[in-house]
T-cell receptor, first 116, second 114 residues
């Protein structure tokens, strides 16, 4: 079965640079979520989008922004990167509408961001 | 106090035995409960989800929910070495939309001893 696709899988940036992470949800899933997981930590919810509109917001820094496009893929934009932004970034998807609603969130493989 | 609490472990269980993982949550508005398995450096993998009080079984896995006690558990029968991983309990609090983020516990590190 098709899964969530994330790119790139690894990214190395320097402090104060910008980064863009991409997420392609499972086919027919209309909702995407972004999570950040630091070393030894549990995943922290950042933000979610349903039908291209921001739906829920967690602990996302003001330096980060995200959007969902017409094909349901999503991008997380991170600016003025700090050392503490080094983490695994996961995208998850679910289906929030239609005849079959799947609220369960399925995670992608993640993007490992290293800020030096 | 974290909204979702788990014993971090490690929890060591002999191969073939039953592993019992527990989770408590603080928000009574929580409606959906999920168990994810995560291997080191990998993404969380959905194992079980439960919405109603009682038990839900899927193969070797059983999820149990008690909303009155704000308690959810995961039982793994016939534990295998490949079950060794961190098990994350996650809770969804309904906010009116369909895209609520999950709140995770810190996870329980499970070790299955051959």
């Amino acid at each position: 079965a098709a899964g969530v696709i994330q790119s790139p899988r690894h990214l190395i940036k320097e402090k104060r640079e910008t980064a863009t992470l991409k997420c392609y949800p499972i086919p027919r899933h209309d909702t995407v979520y972004w999570y950040q997981q630091g070393p030894g930590q549990d995943p922290q919810f950042l933000i979610s989008f349903y039908e291209k509109m921001q739906s829920d917001k967690g602990s996302i820094p003001d330096r980060f922004s995200a959007q969902q496009f017409s094909d349901y893929h999503s991008e997380l934009n991170m600016s003025s990167l700090e050392l503490g932004d080094s983490a695994l970034y996961f995208c998850a998807s679910s289906r929030s509408s239609g005849k079959v609603v799947v609220y369960e969130q399925y995670f992608g493989p993640g993007t490992r961001l290293t800020v030096t | 106090q974290k909204e979702v609490e788990q014993n971090s472990g490690p929890l060591s269980v002999p191969e073939g035995a039953i592993a019992s993982l527990n989770c408590t949550y603080s928000d009574r508005g929580s409606q959906s409960f999920f168990w994810y398995r995560q291997y080191s450096g990998k993404s969380p993998e959905l194992i079980m989800f439960i919405y109603s009080n009682g038990d839900k079984e899927d193969g070797r896995f059983t999820a149990q929910l008690n909303k009155a006690s704000q308690y959810v558990s995961l039982l793994i029968r016939d534990s295998q070495p490949s079950d060794s991983a961190t098990y994350l309990c996650a809770v969804r609090v309904y906010s009116g939309g369909g895209a609520d983020g999950l709140t995770f516990g810190k996870g329980t590190h499970l070790i299955i001893q051959p």
